[in-house]
């Protein structure tokens, strides 16, 4: 029997690498800083900016699918409640609506706000993923315990909605009915979210069991605990430093507009 | 402080990091659960509290937090907002469950009412300020009857909220509790706050 089963030609593969410009996490900082702290007129350069830019990214659409199903009816119908029932003067009437320009203002300063902070974090992750993301921020002291939770529920999620449709389908076989009443179906929730939660509650203990074995730490790590990442992540000096220059001069304009 | 440290340590361990993970996917599932039963209710809390009642008020907390960011990950960025109030739901249903509120039925919709509320409260600044009063949960025309009575944004925010959560969180917490007494032994003894079931 060979005394070892390694060749001499054999070497260790290297890790998967991933490039990581740190500039566009500093941008998307810098523009949520923006949208709290600046004032309106300086948000809505930002905010113009920001649209043209994303526009002429190539993914345009994954940026904008969710401003536009959930945040644009939430700041339409921001300017209707609030355009109608704040005081002040009227600044237009549609019929018997009259819309007061405080409210108009107000719930001007919301849509700009929320669309500057949406549209930001939608367009960085639509240029990163969640892997590059996790190892990047580990790499920098993240706590794995964090990292790992966040992983985990993502990859459940989609499992657990596999499982929830096959049971729901075979409690519709049995007779599960959704026309009854409200008291009815709140119960026929039982008998859905019953096998599911069993199974992944034990799955879950099993896996702590495992994480246990494999030495998952209880506490943080510390910094000089040397932990093998699972790709390997080439940051972007020039990038980083952009940023935080970037950042740094968003903060300092907005403290020299305290001072004053 | 050491106490706090330890109290997380305790709740963040190796063997429940995977069940937290677990709460926070079911928040997300609850709601396909309910779309496809047709319910006028969120019941998007279902992991959060079944978590803090399994494994304490900081595991509640943390499922809260996580479920609200994957949610804003996978749907909508606005989620993430609404941090603070999954904080306010895990830590006192932890609490709740420490005070035996899951040991029986006539007990857990109590707790949940009072749940409802405190989540009205804590929600009705951050709908206010960051959404002017409008989130567009289906109880939006309260917003709108309130404000045409003469009450404050945040005034109706809170009383939209008020409206709606306290049902919600006490069915939740019937929810949760009947999960709980249907799930076998066996597995209730392994986790952690099994005293509290």
């Known amino acids: ?260 | 402080m050491a106490e706090s440290v330890s109290r997380f340590e305790k709740e963040v361990n190796a063997t429940t990091i995977p069940l937290i993970a677990f709460g926070a996917a079911l928040n997300i599932v609850v709601g396909q659960a309910v779309q496809l039963i047709k319910l006028p209710l969120y019941l998007d809390s279902i992991g959060t509290i079944m978590i803090a009642c399994v494994v304490g008020p900081v595991a509640g907390m943390l499922t809260g937090a996580f479920a609200n960011l994957t949610l804003g990950f996978f749907f909508n960025y606005a989620f993430i907002f609404f941090i603070p109030v999954t904080l306010v739901i895990g830590a006192f249903s932890g609490l709740a469950a420490r005070v035996g509120a899951f040991k029986r039925w006539y007990t857990a919709m109590p707790a949940g009412l009072i749940q409802g509320v405190l989540a009205a409260v804590a929600s009705a600044p951050i709908a206010a300020f960051m959404f002017g009063g409008v989130t567009m949960g289906g109880t939006d025309f309260l917003v709108l009857y309130f404000r045409a009575i003469g009450k404050s944004i945040v005034q109706s925010a809170f009383l939209q909220g008020l409206a709606a959560d306290p049902v919600d969180k006490a069915v939740s917490y019937l929810i949760v509790y009947f999960l709980l007494t249907r799930i076998p032994r066996a597995i209730l003894l392994r986790l952690p706050g099994y005293a509290n079931t």
């Open chain 1, 1 to 260: 029997m060979p005394s070892s089963f390694a060749s001499p030609d054999m070497q260790t593969p290297e890790l998967p690498r991933r490039a990581y410009n740190p500039l566009d996490h500093y941008v998307t900082l810098t523009i949520v800083f923006a949208a709290f702290a600046f004032r309106l007129e300086w948000q809505l350069a930002v905010l113009a900016v920001l649209v043209a830019v994303t526009l002429l990214s190539p993914n345009k659409r994954r940026v904008y699918r969710g401003f536009l199903k959930f945040v644009l009816p939430l700041i339409l119908i921001g300017f209707l409640i609030n355009g109608i029932f704040f005081t002040g003067k009227v600044a237009f009437s549609i019929g018997p609506l009259k819309f007061r320009d405080e409210g108009l203002l107000f719930a001007a300063a919301v849509a700009v706000r929320l669309a500057l902070i949406v549209i930001a974090i939608s367009y960085y992750f639509s240029r990163v993923n969640s892997e590059t993301i996790s190892e990047y921020l580990a790499g920098h002291g993240a706590d794995r315990r964090f990292i790992y939770i966040y992983l985990l529920s993502v990859a459940m999620v989609h499992l657990m909605r596999d499982k929830l449709q096959k049971i729901y389908t075979a409690q519709s076989a049995r007779g599960l009915d959704t026309t009854r009443n409200v008291f009815t179906r709140v119960r026929y929730l039982l008998p859905l979210l019953v096998p599911l939660s069993y199974s992944y509650i034990a799955e879950s203990l099993d896996r702590g069991i495992a994480l246990r074995a494999a030495n998952f730490s209880d506490k943080k790590p510390s910094r000089s605990t040397k932990v093998v990442p699972l790709l390997e992540i080439e940051v972007n000096k020039a990038g980083l430093l952009s940023g935080r220059i970037l950042l740094a001069a968003a903060v300092g304009v907005w403290m020299l507009r305290m001072v004053k």
